[in-house]
């Protein structure tokens, strides 16, 4: 790969709608790539999936596209979030699963140029997607990555 790639990652939890819409656009994000496995739950409020996409076209004219490889599966997710689970174990287990998927092939350095990993985590330290930012970084190189 020659040409680099900008990717950003923010997580919504902890920020108002307006931290958050505002964060995106001074960053000049132009889409946003849901990164989360349940995208339509009460508990996303403004990050719900169809309101989430609205407010992006009208606040910022960003788009809006959901990435379910770039999720990790019910199992994982439980274990770790509903179990105490260990990190390390979570981190493992996520990345194999992107290996398995291989998602260096599913998702091309275009698409990923100016996009924006979203997830809920408030930051990036223990969140998966900051794993599938650095999973891509090492498969392709020249990728980098700024946490909003």
Known sequence: MHQSVSLFTIGFTQKTAQKFFDTLVNAGVKRVIDTRLNNVSQLAGFTKRADLEYFLL?????????????APT???????????????????????????????????????????????EAKPHHCHRRLVAEYLRDKWGNITICHL
């Open 74 to 120: 019910k199992d994982i997710l439980d274990e770790y979030k509903k179990n105490n689970g260990d990190w390390e174990i979570y981190e493992k287990q996520f990345l194999q699963l992107m290996k398995e998927r291989q998602l260096e092939k599913k998702v091309s350095p275009e698409l990923l140029d100016g996009s924006c990993l979203l997830c809920s």
């Open 58 to 70: 009208k606040i910022g004219n960003i788009e809006y596209t959901h990435i379910l490889d770039m």
